[in-house]
């Protein structure tokens, strides 16, 4: 259990982020449902996780799949709690992770999308994913350069016709981060790059790319104002609480 004391801190940050995201999607003219909030739990422990969902946050977000996994042996999550993978994943994480029904936004090879096709269909279990663009151009960034991403988009609906039961995965979107760095006008740049790709491959490629990941603690407003649809909030969420 964590103290009272964190955990009214945690109910508070979370009223706040939700008020922020609320005033960020309202400020764009969207609609107020139009952006969900990913808590973005790296940064704590199984306990301090599960009080962040009784706090309200029904959607978590992982960076490594091991520490997934961990939380969910030390605690007994709520039915409704969706997990988020957002960090780099090595194919060999998959058999694991599958289980827990992440929706994988870091799809950062052609190698991990073969891998994810593979292991959803053995264990038929539908998944949905987001190709992660290198959108800032940073060689530092994982994520694929934004001219990968067709060819990518065209073989995996391809695939689809094939009937080798791929059908079970579905590319729903993409995933960015700003560049270490760059100031919110600067990310802001890059969020409208995001999209304007987003919305080329759509009409390139005929798939349906609802999903735009992007946005985090420092800069989720720039995001929201250029289409945001699922924002990854970690630090704000913890302030007070953290060393
Ligand atoms: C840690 C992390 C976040 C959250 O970042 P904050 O700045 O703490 O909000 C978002 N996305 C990814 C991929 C992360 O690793």
Redesign the pocket.
Known sequence: MIDSHSQARLAENWQAVQQDVLSATTAANRPVDSVTIIG?T??VDAETTLALVDAGCRIL?E?RPQVLWKKNEEVDFPDDVRWHL??HLQRNKLRRSLPYRPMI??VDSERLLTAIVEEAAGQQIPTKLLLEVNISGEEAKTGLMPQDLRPILESHLDSKHTDTGTGVVEIVGLMA?AGWGTDVAAARHQFAATRQLRDELQQQTGAALPELSMG???DFPAAIAEGATMV?????LFEGLLP
């Open positions: 973005v790296k940064y977000g960076n957002i960090g936004h870091s981060m985090m603690s420092g990854r909030i970690g630090s704000r």
